[in-house]
């Protein structure tokens, strides 16, 4: 083949690549101004802090909002130290072993167990088993346990980047392990776990499958006032809004103000995450690099 | 002593919160059983695979037919794929052998971002901008369907394609490329012939895990997809997916009832699906890493 002709073909290939990578970004341009266009006409003081009103045709969402964030943290709560727990035990005590290596499994398996089949766990053992009821607590604990290869994963890559020589200072000194742990590691990989941590929550905060059965409800006009009772979800008042409302096309606007909050609290806490990380490393005390 | 009791049993503590994963996925398999199996009692699984629908509500005998879900899940997964595999592939190659630095910074957070998009979000978008854009490009009168589903589905599959593509093409060893180079191939030829291949197996560890996302995703196909409890004609008509199908019908069902229990059957499935998909992406990223 003639250089012309391959030089040719060589152009038209990386043009199509780059076509791709154009169709990706699209695609995140469309979401985003479609949701912002239509969803901001409707956000103000009264739509935040208003229950819904006129058989959910008027009014706000706020018990969806408080909903959402009480049952993330929850989830948060049972995630957090357990995947902490899990990392620290896999990076600092496990040898590698056939255990290590089925838990290792185990966690690649859970992260890929789908949301709704997390929603039958959740109502087998936490409505139904331990007797919580569909309640804001259910929701919560089936949310945390979603959540937690997230964490795991996160929480062990915080740890990885402590040096060893760190380990090894402490121990040459005559500190016991766990001495080591705490005093020498632990201080460096806190901040890049909770980073994980929260990128973790945000997922958790838009998740709908888990909790259609767990205790999110249709319609409450009070905050949920104790761990077992049912609570509003931003996710799952789109979902009612956009599929389930008997004048879907009246509470659009709603929906799609619904749609704008929940991608703003999402995006909110990641890029809490990433700046946070950001700002770790700037300080020097992550040490990645 | 006293201290190494103490060592002890904080390692032994640490020890019982890596067990927890593992009991987890355990405790997620033996409780799907558990309330899988009494529907076996009713419900033969030859009955299962023969009835041609699936009509618990039906007046004289209620019928548990899985396939034209199973067909349904399949339809969009297939759906989906046939548009996130060779986009995802090609933007992960622009990613990691065309950008310029700079390019693949600001690109990059667009695939997290992506990535973070609640399903529900898309879902939404699936109802009221896919839907119509169907209805205005095919004359029909419903735009939900399994195009809109595996439209959606595409999106939800191709981060986790890219990145980890872009991961597996990042993992070639910079010889083979300087090798091709140095032979007279240009930089295309060199990425199609050379850091493709060489990548193959990374990359359809990538595309199982973006088909097992596929496969388990709930909101989007359930609110996209038009959820006909018919036998999936076309890809034109609607479908009802397995995930679909438990989301629907378990806040309605009653509690211990053969429906109840066929509704863990069907996650039963998913969940064995999903386990080797993932089991399968495992084998072939082992083999990646193995080889570079």
Redesign the interface.
Known sequence: MKAGS??V??WL??M??????C???L??V??FY??ITKGIGIISWEFLTQPPLDGMTKGGIFPAIIGTLFVTIIAGLLAVP?GM??A???N???RDNGL?R??R??????S??????????G???FV?AAHFGTSILAAGCTLG?MT?PVT?TASEEALKTVPRAYREGALALGA???QSIWGNVLPYAVPGMLTGAILGI??A?????PI??TGAAFFLPDIPNSLFSQFMAL??H??IM??QHHNIVLV?PI??GT?LV??VL??TL?LAAVMLRYHLRKKGIAHGQ | MNRRIKEKIIEGFFFLNGIIVIGILVGIFVILVRNAWPAFHDVSIGDMIRWPNWNPDAYTTPTYGVLPMLMSTLMVTLGSLAVAVPVGIGAAAYLSDVASPRVREIAKPVVEILAGIPSVVLGFLGIVLVGPMICKLTGRYNGLNAVNGSILLAVMALPTIISLSEDALGSVPRSYEEASLALGANKWQTVINVKIPAAASGILAACMLGMGRAIGETMTVLMATGNAAEFPGSFLGPVKTMTATIAIELGEVAYHTTHYYMLFVVGLMLFIITFFINLAADVFFHKHTRAH
Do not use: Q
Not at chain 1, 16 to 21: E, F, G, H, N, V
Not at chain 1, 205 to 209: D, F, S, V
């Open positions: 391959l030089r073909i060589e290939g990386f199509a690549l780059r076509a791709c990578m169709f990706v970004v695609i995140l469309v979401v479609d949701i357990l727990g899990c620290i035990h896999l600092e005590y496990a290590t089925f838990i499994m185990a966690i690649r398996n859970l890929g167990v789908p949301s709704i089949v997390y929603g039958l766990f109502v087998a053992l139904e346990l937690l795991i016991t392990k766990w945000s997922r905060a838009g998740e709908t499958a259609l059965f996710p799952y789109l979902y956009s599929t659009r929906a799609y749609a929940l991608i999402v995006f990641n």
